[in-house]
RNA sequence: UAAGUCGACCAUUUGAUCGCAUCUUAAUAGAUGAGGAAAGUCCGAGCUCCAAAGGAUAGGAUGCCGGGUAACGCCCGGUGGAGGCAACUCCCAGGCUAGUGCCACAGAAAUAUACCGCCUCUAAAUGAGGUAAGGGUGAAAAGGUAAGGUAAGAGCUUACCGGAUUUUAGGUAACUAAAAUGCCAGGUAAACCCCAUUCGGAGUAAGUCCAAAUAGGAAGAAUAAAAGAGUUAUCCGCUUUUCUUCGGGUAAGGACGCAUGACUAAACAGGCAACUGUUUGGCUAGAUAGAUGAUCAAAUAAUACAGAACUCGGCUUACAGGUCGGCUUAUUUU
């Protein structure tokens, strides 16, 4: 999983993609024009949690990508997750139906 | 058995599949992978760079005594004070006899006093003097109680208690005990201050090395050499050139620092202890937008607080549930 890292890269991001969102999470989509593979990034703020929480929370989703990009084809996107205040009540499964809702609204599968 | 008190420890484990980071390997693959507080960043050090003749002043920190330690504001043992029936716990615990400041209100008087009262003198008094026993005010009124003593009284005298000073004895010391003298005299230093000890600054984004890039500029120097324009030519000056300095931009470049250390376990020796020494053994995170997750099965009390970022020693704060031990008090039984 090849990920964003700088903040020009996220800022481009915000600019010019579409936003799609449930009560949990919120997703940025940007459709890059070179044929490249998928890069993705992850904002958890400080207001979700402590340091325990947030890595608790990137490492189930980098999970639920991984499981994603094994089971879906598609390519030349740049993804951005953003965690909302409530997630923190969801375990592992809720979480992935709720990806998998996104996912479906932004047209990816 | 109950209640209490002190101390130590655990902080999930095992297997399977998929996935991440580091290391090993030609490769398949294999090994390892967050804490008791990793936290707060409150002290103390190592390490690195910068600064630095020496001294004084200012400023900060610490503050009973002795010991431990690389060091400390930490730890251990003791002394004094406070709390508890006790085990035990708590204490920013130097100096007000260096100086200065402050102590409301009440009260006659607050570091000095005679308002009422009592006693004496005088023919008598609203006068003069003596007196701190009694009253009243106050947080506090010249040490308390009893007896003697006296005109009335008073450490004026005596006994006991309290306090101060001196001496002697014990203790490394803080301090403790006894005796003598004899009652001269408040509190506050978390008030200024005084005394003793101590303190250079910045932090691993420290810093070291390598690579890449030095475009277009600014300032200064040199005309030794070369070129150009102007000039008949030379000199001189100008532009280019050469050298030095300055600042700007790109790649959030790479490697080291960076994981064996004032480390730790056991035994033995020294010490009441903190701790120290010797021998044998152990060491298995090291990222750089930042690695530990998902699913299934089994066991368990293991559900809390919580995520390494240069490294150590402490302190402080958060914390579910559980295990073990010492001691105290009460009750019951033998």
């Known amino acids: 999983m090849e990920t964003l890292k700088k903040n020009k890269e996220f800022n481009n991001v915000y600019n010019n993609s579409n936003s799609f969102a449930t009560r949990h999470l ?6 890059v024009p070179e ?12 207001r979700i949690g402590n340091a325990v929480i947030r890595n608790k ?4 989703l980098r999970e639920i990508i991984r499981e994603f990009e094994k089971k879906y084809n598609f390519n ?26 996104l996912y479906k609204k932004a047209g990816l599968i």
Request: charged share 25%; glycine share 4%; proline share 2%.
């Open 26 to 31: 919120v997703l940025y989509l940007l459709s």
């Open 57 to 60: 929370l990137k490492r189930r």
């Open 76 to 101: 030349s996107y740049h993804i951005i997750f953003i965690a909302r205040n409530p997630v923190v009540d969801l375990n592992y499964g809720q979480m992935k139906k709720d990806v998998k809702k």
């Open 35 to 46: 044929n490249e593979n998928n890069r993705y990034g992850l904002s958890v703020s400080k």
